[in-house]
């Protein structure tokens, strides 16, 4: 008979702490920089079609690259070390982003650093979901990751309004505006990656990745293969509109620096009050119930988007501050509740495995669904908008974005039956 080792119940308290302290200063970075790259793009004056693929190619390139991070883990053997390795290297590129758009605006040289930046974004993702997944006690995994959610989002808020009136500040001098939210991006990315080391890693043995090869395409892992195929094709639709709707706010509907900080944050302080609710909600019904219901009311949400656009000017801001606020609400709630479900396929499983699976999938469909939705934007549609009386080229990819999210929904939640 196999010992089973005890789990290490304080140390596991103390790191759960560190966990959420660790994961709001990498919301300070996200919040006061990464939330603003396609904004520094736009101020590079690169294309729509430039920024979709400044945002999605690097996703891709991350995704196929990260399969291989079990490779690394297997050789360190420490999911710690390894993550601080690629924070490490990920802070390093930062400077080099900036320097390069200030200085010459060399896309393709950015394109290289941004590539190397999301390498280790994605690779950090398999190990931190393993270990985090040994951590945390499957029964309050709901009231856990809810929680710390809720407290993420209010640190990503608040950095994000920051950034936010620091550009408008600097509207006349944005390379300075863009230089102060770089370095505190930089600084809020090393002390994460300084808290995450002071946490507690149970020894390589202790952590079960499951000795069954993980092969998507047989038939036992069925509802797995759904389930990451579902998040890909939803991904997808995502991606195809997600990258240009900064360039939608700050070209068709004229936001200024500090119009965009208010849509961001006030949506995500609404978002982030309802994480804890979220969490609980899940525990009690179950995360099929959640995924189902928010996924079809995500499909109408591009219609919206659209209708703003002919609104009366002084009632736009408003009306997309409430749009934006009831999108991040069912995306917050969507997004919880399909972390959860990942945790529940991946028990007795290879998780860094499934994990670095379902990210590659989802890269790939983020890269197709951004050159598929920038090049929208480029071609001549002259006639398109003139016939359907459409005055944005934008609107078109939201009209097929809401399409394809209608025929996901129906495919794996027409049903009370849980294909996912």
């Known amino acids: 008979m196999v010992k089973h080792r005890q789990r290490n119940t304080a140390k596991i308290k103390s790191s759960l702490k560190l966990s959420t302290i660790e994961g709001s200063w990498w919301a300070v970075m996200y919040g006061a920089l990464e939330s603003y790259f396609s904004v520094f793009y736009e101020y590079l004056k690169f294309s729509s079609y430039e920024i979709s693929l400044l945002i999605t190619f690097p996703v891709f390139v991350g995704s196929v690259l990260q399969v291989s991070i079990k490779k690394f883990y297997d050789f360190i053997k420490s999911r710690k070390l390894l993550i601080v390795i690629l924070k490490g290297i990920q802070c390093s590129t930062l400077p ?109 043995e202790s952590i079960d990745e499951g000795k069954e090869k993980f092969d998507i395409k047989e038939s036992k892992f069925r509802n797995l293969r759904n389930f990451i195929l579902f998040d890909s094709f939803s991904s997808f639709s995502f991606s195809m509109s997600g990258p240009l709707m900064m360039v939608y706010w700050l070209r068709d509907l004229n936001f200024n620096y500090m119009e965009i900080a208010i849509l961001i944050n006030v949506g995500l302080l609404i978002s982030s009050f309802s994480l804890r609710y979220w969490g609980v909600k899940i525990d009690e019904l179950g995360t099929y119930f959640a995924i189902r219901w928010t996924s079809l009311f995500i499909s109408v949400l591009p219609f919206f988007w659209i209708g703003l656009y002919y609104m009366p000017t002084k009632l736009i801001l408003p009306a997309c501050i409430l749009t934006q606020s009831l999108a991040l609400l069912l995306f917050s709630g969507r997004e919880l509740a399909v972390e959860n479900r990942l945790f529940e396929h991946m028990k007795g499983k290879s998780m860094i495995a499934i994990s670095s699976k379902r990210v590659l999938y989802k890269g790939i469909a983020i890269f197709a669904a951004g050159l598929i939705g920038g090049a929208i934007t480029e071609i001549d549609q002259s006639n398109v908008l003139n016939l359907f009386t459409i005055n944005s080229s934008i609107h078109i990819v939201l009209v097929v974005v809401s399409i394809i999210r209608f025929i996901i929904w129906g495919k794996y939640f027409s049903t009370k039956k849980c294909l996912i």
Do not use: D
């Open 96 to 204: 080099f982003i900036y320097y390069t758009g200030i200085s010459s605006s060399n896309y393709y040289l950015i394109l290289f650093f941004v590539c190397v930046y999301y390498v280790c974004a994605f690779g950090i993702a398999p190990p931190l979901t393993s270990w985090l997944g040994y951590l945390v006690p499957s029964r309050i995994r709901g009231k856990f990751f809810g929680n710390k959610s809720q407290i993420i989002r209010i640190f990503m808020l608040l950095s994000s309004l920051l950034a936010g009136t620091i550009l408008h500040e600097y509207e006349t001098n944005l390379v300075i505006g863009f230089g102060i939210i770089f370095s505190i991006g930089i600084i809020a990315n090393l002390i994460s990656a300084f808290m995450l080391a002071k946490k507690y890693e149970p020894s390589h």
